[in-house]
């Protein structure tokens, strides 16, 4: 196993995410516990000592599951992380209560790492709202020993996490964000690690395979890469991407079953980070890819100064190019949840004023349309 340093530990390069852990007839609530605890076993034996939850994940019960089976290992044989739910809004005002019931969930006295849960453009001015006192809260825990390390998760945009970061930044020890060689142009996660690089505040890694996309690629896809590195499969490809990226110190891995578990425990037996002809081949898929599925946006605002609404319609274009490729998820609706009803997609009154100085040709009211569609099912 690949080991990192992170101040005076010793972390496993490969952490175990508990937000996919193997259920029973598909239901997420309901998690197989047998086959977690073989998991984690398999995982104990193989070096992996970073272990990540959440309040949420699975319903709310992979807290419980988590602690259930940890609990049977010595305290100091694992790092322990899960993080306060700021993702949900009503749980602002709850932040002692909140936390004061994860450690009974999880059966512990501290955790090893402690986050805000992601800080995204929905939750950042609740975050940053004194009132609600969670900030204050989470540094006396830390000063008191029941958090060892306190950081934050962000899905948000590169601006938000500077917010987050000039506001408590001296105080953040490491941030968990959404890095794969997709994402690194897509979603803009190489300006965010620069941003987190000025800050020197070393990174994990959420997300690596984009939920599994990145481990099934097309016979063409695949045989690019194969072409390559004959002997790698396609899911390491993702894990050598971020094993060449000197600020990632811990890469998070949902898996759902022992093959899973497996591969990836194999991949980080060892380190090899990409060539720069392996970097560029990666780089070009990236493109090919996100070229299917997405509009070519160049964010120059001629569309902003026409629009008789108002609307911000990059942004609102590059939240749609996500949801798209995406196939649905969680981040644009996320994200749309801070814009007031009357700068939806839905706003859009179709009278194609912006399409008419698009240097791009699109046509942006059949997108806010279909847009507006999506999101409402």
């Known amino acids: 196993m690949v080991y990192k340093n992170f101040q005076d530990l010793q972390l496993s390069a490969l952490g175990f995410g508990a937000m996919r852990l193997p259920v029973i007839d598909g239901n997420d609530a309901k998690i197989d516990a047998e086959t977690a605890e073989k998991m984690i076993a398999c995982a104990m034996e193989s070096g992996i000592n970073y272990y990540d939850t959440a309040w949420g994940y699975h319903d709310g019960n992979s807290e419980l599951v988590m602690g259930k089976i940890l609990h049977k290992y010595p305290r100091e044989s694992f790092y322990l992380a899960t993080k306060f739910p700021g993702y949900d809004l009503s749980n602002m005002d709850k932040v002692e209560e909140i936390f004061e019931k994860q450690l009974e969930k999880c059966q512990v006295e501290y955790f090893d790492f402690y986050l805000f849960h992601n800080v995204c453009e929905m939750n950042i001015d609740a975050y940053l709202d004194k009132k609600y006192g969670i900030f204050e809260y989470l540094i006396k825990q830390k000063e008191t020993g029941r958090i060892r390390h306190l950081g934050f998760s962000a899905h948000g945009s590169y601006d938000i996490i500077k917010r987050f970061l000039e506001a408590y930044g001296d105080y953040m020890e490491f941030c968990q964000l959404q890095i794969n060689w997709l994402d690194w142009s897509f979603q803009n996660a190489k300006a965010k690690v620069e941003l987190l690089k000025e800050h020197q505040i070393p990174v994990w890694v959420m997300e690596p395979l984009r939920g599994g996309r990145l481990a ?127 700068k939806k997609p839905g706003a859009c009154i179709g009278c194609k004023s912006c399409e008419a100085v698009c240097p791009q040709q699109i046509k942006i009211s059949e997108a806010m349309a279909d847009f507006h569609k999506k999101l409402n099912g």
């Open 216 to 342: 099934k690629l097309s016979d063409r896809e695949a045989g690019t890469l194969k072409a390559l590195r004959p002997e790698e499969s396609i899911p390491a490809w993702a894990f050598r991407f971020l094993q060449t990226i000197p600020e990632v110190r811990v890469v998070l891995s949902g898996m759902s079953d022992m093959e899973q578990l497996r591969g990836n425990i194999n991949t980080f037996e060892s380190e090899k980070p990409l060539t720069g002809e392996e970097w560029k081949a990666l780089e070009k898929l990236a493109e090919e890819m996100t070229k299917q599925d997405v509009l070519p946006c160049t964010s120059c605002h001629y569309c902003v100064t026409h629009c008789p609404k108002g609307l911000n319609i990059p942004e609102l274009l590059e939240l749609y190019n996500e949801h798209t490729f995406t196939g649905g998820g969680f981040i644009a609706p996320m994200a749309l949840m801070a814009v007031p009803e009357d």
